[in-house]
């Protein structure tokens, strides 16, 4: 049970580079989520999924694509790269009917550190 | 819509000192409250969580959190730091209807000295 998953662990970009960032997790849960991380913001959410096939915009969704095509993927895209991206990218996913008594958490990935350039 | 402060971004204590990590939240509905914590070059792992019932919650490595719901306040709280708790730490808010994602604060470096 790997849990979540990210993929690559660190990426350097030129600006207007394209890439996609990989997340994998192998618990069955429904909801996924994207988050970046930046020094003194904490993280903020760029986009999330409630299931296959749907996503829904976070609080920083700009320059960002995603895609569930899958229960397991998740993933995150940028089309034209900016110096602004540079930053940690969170992946995490979360059940939404937990057996027993709810625990709404959220389980995190590694993490992958983007550098634009 | 709800939001989550986090009223010190650093907090430097030595070692084997209590400690206490402030987190305030706003919201107009009712919430569960989280804390996370991340370890340096690491994703998040929960700590502990207020769901329902006490109003005292223990969690993972001797951590303790309080809901005040008067105050609207879920602090941090554990009596005897070590080296190893010096990490980032993170409250989070949920809305407890519909199936919003959390909402976090900007999260407190804390830094134990030996």
């Known amino acids: 049970n790997a849990g979540v998953t990210q993929t690559p662990k660190f990426r350097v970009l030129k600006t207007g580079q394209s890439m996609t960032l990989l997340c994998a997790q192998d618990?069955?849960?429904?909801?996924m989520y994207w988050y970046r991380q930046d020094p003194g913001m904490g993280l903020r959410l760029i986009h999330y999924s409630v299931g296959e096939g749907t996503t829904a915009k976070g609080e920083v969704p700009d320059g960002y694509n995603v895609s569930r095509l899958k229960k397991q993927n998740f993933l995150l895209g940028l089309e034209s790269a900016a110096p602004s991206q540079t930053s940690v990218y969170f992946c995490a996913s979360s059940s939404t009917f937990p057996r027993g008594a709810p625990s709404y958490e959220q389980y995190f990935g590694p993490g992958t550190r983007l550098t634009v350039t | 819509a709800q939001s989550v402060t986090q009223l010190d971004s650093q907090v430097p204590v030595f070692e084997e000192a209590p400690v206490e990590l402030r987190c305030n939240y706003s919201s107009s509905v009712s919430v569960y409250l989280f804390w996370y914590v991340q370890y340096p070059n690491q994703g998040l792992q929960l700590l502990l969580k207020?769901?329902?019932?006490?109003?005292l919650v223990k969690g993972i490595n001797g951590f303790e959190a309080e809901f005040n719901k008067s105050q609207t306040s879920f602090h941090l709280r554990k009596p005897s730091v070590h080296i190893s708790d010096t990490a980032e730490y993170f409250c989070?808010?949920?809305?407890?209807?519909?199936?919003?994602?959390?909402?976090f604060g900007k999260g407190t470096r804390l830094s134990v000295i030996a």
């Open positions: 207020y769901l329902s019932g006490s109003t």
């Open positions: 989070a808010a949920k809305r407890q209807s519909g199936n919003t994602p959390l909402v």
């Open positions: 618990m069955n849960h429904e909801y």
